[in-house]
């Protein structure tokens, strides 16, 4: 599933090929991923101008000249591509947005876990897809990031996935972050105490940071708005690399299932029930 390193690379994408354009005409293939009517989709995306490109969490959302917005989420499999030429229309493509200029922006989706939306914006409230994610791990202060941490009683992994409590990261980045940090992925955020909460929060911000610089990481589906893979897989120092050398002591990485996903780590880097990291 892409991840905020994914989604941002995709918004940046956006913004440089997309924003200002008007939207000429719109083809449609009805299926689950569309949460509006095609009747409404036709009727109220006609002719409206793309006035702003945001991300939050792994949401896109797109702003419309009518004050309307466009809510995207590619789920696992879900892509966007910008097309500067008409292709045919695939078994696995959804929605396409023709622009006055006669470029197209296209949604496919192969497990049709992903979502199209079209909502109304209002400056004064959030939008009801929105209301509940957390902060922006790049966004949050290291004191706040603590704060908001300390606060819960499960495990850290667990807690770094719940979109509720910070917005943004998944799996990969889970993995990624607490490797930085040298911290268990079963350890519980209550046993961290403020030190490690703070070295964990500059891990966050470390390997978000990399990740989109290297365009987020192809390790299944993913493909930028140019149909071209991201290249931070190729910096992966925990995740999918079980049975391989720990890049920091040689330790074989190890995988473990938790909360139903395969967590990698170092069983000496990262040592587990609150005992301290050995040092480098």
Same mark, same amino acid.
């Given at each position: 599933m892409?991840?905020?390193? #994914?989604v #941002?690379?995709?918004? =940046?994408?956006? =913004?440089?090929?997309?924003?200002?354009?008007k939207?000429k005409?719109?083809?449609?293939s009805?299926?689950?991923?569309?949460?509006? /009517?095609?009747?409404?989709? $036709?009727n109220?995306?006609?002719?409206?101008?793309?006035?702003?490109?945001?991300?939050r969490?792994?949401?896109?959302i797109?702003?419309? /000249?009518?004050?309307?917005?466009?809510?995207?989420?590619?789920?696992?499999?879900g892509?966007?591509?910008?097309?500067?030429?008409k292709?045919? &229309?695939g078994?696995?493509?959804?929605? *396409?947005?023709?622009?006055?200029?006669?470029? &197209?922006?296209?949604?496919?989706?192969? =497990?049709k876990?992903?979502? +199209?939306?079209l909502?109304? &914006? $209002?400056?004064?409230?959030?939008?009801? !897809?929105?209301?509940?994610?957390?902060p922006?791990?790049?966004? %949050?202060?290291?004191?706040? +990031?603590?704060?908001?941490?300390?606060?819960?009683?499960g495990?850290?992994?667990?807690?770094?996935?719940?979109?509720?409590v910070?917005?943004?990261i998944?799996n990969?980045?889970a993995?990624?972050?607490? +490797? *930085?940090?040298? %911290?268990?992925?079963? #350890?519980?955020? @209550?046993?961290?105490?403020p /030190?490690?909460?703070?070295?964990?929060?500059?891990?966050?911000?470390k %390997?978000?940071?990399?990740a989109?610089?290297?365009g987020? $990481?192809s390790?299944? !589906?993913y493909?930028?708005l140019?149909?071209?893979?991201? +290249?931070?897989?190729?910096?992966?120092?925990?995740?999918?690399? *079980?049975?391989?050398?720990?890049?920091? @002591?040689?330790?074989?990485?190890e995988?473990?299932?938790?909360s139903?996903?395969?967590?990698?780590? @170092?069983?000496? @880097?990262?040592? /587990? =029930?609150?005992?301290?990291? *050995?040092?480098?």
């Amino acid at each position: 599933m892409p991840e905020l390193p #994914e989604v #941002e690379t995709i918004a =940046r994408g956006l =913004r440089k090929t997309i924003l200002g354009k008007k939207i000429k005409s719109i083809k449609l293939s009805p299926c689950r991923i569309l949460q509006n /009517s095609t009747v409404c989709l $036709s009727n109220k995306l006609n002719r409206q101008k793309i006035t702003q490109v945001k991300r939050r969490g792994k949401n896109i959302i797109l702003h419309l /000249s009518g004050d309307d917005v466009i809510i995207i989420h590619l789920g696992m499999t879900g892509q966007l591509l910008f097309l500067t030429n008409k292709t045919p &229309f695939g078994k696995h493509d959804h929605i *396409e947005l023709r622009f006055s200029d006669n470029t &197209f922006l296209r949604f496919s989706d192969i =497990r049709k876990f992903g979502k +199209f939306k079209l909502a109304k &914006f $209002s400056p004064q409230k959030k939008l009801d !897809d929105l209301r509940e994610l957390g902060p922006e791990p790049l966004e %949050i202060t290291k004191d706040a +990031f603590i704060r908001l941490l300390q606060k819960r009683k499960g495990k850290i992994k667990t807690t770094l996935l719940n979109q509720r409590v910070i917005a943004g990261i998944g799996n990969i980045y889970a993995d990624e972050t607490l +490797f *930085e940090a040298k %911290i268990h992925p079963e #350890e519980k955020v @209550c046993d961290l105490g403020p /030190s490690r909460l703070g070295k964990l929060h500059q891990a966050v911000r470390k %390997i978000l940071k990399k990740a989109i610089q290297a365009g987020g $990481s192809s390790v299944d !589906d993913y493909l930028n708005l140019e149909g071209i893979k991201g +290249f931070f897989q190729l910096q992966h120092k925990a995740y999918g690399r *079980e049975g391989k050398p720990c890049t920091r @002591c040689n330790t074989k990485i190890e995988r473990i299932v938790l909360s139903q996903r395969s967590s990698y780590f @170092c069983p000496k @880097c990262q040592k /587990s =029930r609150g005992s301290p990291p *050995e040092t480098d």
